[in-house]
């Protein structure tokens, strides 16, 4: 054999003792990568609670008695964009969740207020809405009622001008109100009666002044 052959021999050996050298020289066998997946010991997630339907029909009449002051309060701020022609405090209050007495209340308070040239600052507090009586099913057609209570913390409001100065209030505003409700919830539209869509609509409206929330 020549010194080459022996040479590319060697060197062919010496290759392959480093790649022995490189995979750990031992022959145990590699671990089972999935012995390496840590097991669970949580409880399987469960469904969510189910919502009764008298629960989902509090939540829905809190919900929009939330959605009614907001949009009670949103125009007592910006009274002054309102153009007043004939009927336009009927015409406005027919957009919110209010029929019969209700309606016919809040579309008078609307017309006082504007007459007042005065908008407000800051937006009533929702304190406390509690619904002490419910109705589910009054009638074949799927109409429910309920009363509710609720407590509006007002002693955050200021009041001002069109102009933008501070109120000249003869009377001192109050700091809170209490509202005593009729709701009704209608399963359809009856456009007639001021329900534009299904849902709860607020009756009759009974606001007491400065009892503490």
Sequence with gaps: MTRRVRSVLASAMAVVVMMAAGCGGTDEPADDETSSVPVSTEPALTAPPTVTPEEQAEAEILATFEDLIASWDEFKANASDYD?????????????????????????????????AIEQIGYADVARHDVTS??????????????????????????????????????????????????VYSPVAEPDFGIEAPG??????????????
Aim: aromatic fraction near 14%; proline fraction near 4%; hydrophobic fraction near 45%.
């Design 84 to 116: 007043t022609f004939e009927g336009w405090n009927v015409a406005l209050v027919e957009q919110w969740p209010v029929e019969r007495s209700a309606s016919a209340d809040l579309a008078n308070w609307i017309a006082y207020w504007k007459a007042s």
């Design 134 to 183: 419910l109705r589910m099913d009054v009638s074949d057609s799927g109409v429910h009622d309920a009363e509710s209570w609720a407590c509006l913390d007002m002693s955050a409001l200021t009041y001002v001008s069109y102009d933008g100065e501070a109120a000249e209030i003869p009377v001192a505003p109050a700091l809170h109100q209490t509202w005593d409700m009729v709701w």
């Design 200 to 213: 709860w609509y607020l009756q009759k409206i009974t606001v007491s002044i400065d009892e503490p929330c």
